[in-house]
């Protein structure tokens, strides 16, 4: 994006991840999952996963989303498809 967008276009954009950004804070307020313990499962995951697969580390997403009453973490974890797995 160049500065001249990010100066004077894309409210929106702002306005999207703002809400998206209080979803997650309530999200983890209802669950009651500080996200310091996201950050600690996330690493977690990392460490199991890439012992046995190659996978790419810097690009590994985990949330936690709610649906209705039900919360759900979720990990996407992108393997990295030009190192041979490990197992």
């Not at 950050?39 to 989303?65: C, F, G, P, W, Y």
């Amino acid at each position: 994006m160049s500065w001249f967008n990010k100066l004077f276009g894309e409210k929106e954009a702002s306005g999207a991840v703002a809400k998206q950004r209080l979803q997650m804070v309530l999200i983890h307020d209802r669950s009651e999952v500080s996200p310091g313990l996201i950050e600690q499962i996330k690493d977690d995951i990392i460490r199991v996963i890439a012992s046995r697969l190659a996978i790419d580390e810097e690009h590994v997403k985990i949330d936690l989303t709610q649906s209705g009453r039900e919360s759900y973490l979720m990990a996407e974890i992108p393997l990295d498809t030009k190192a041979r797995s490990r197992a």
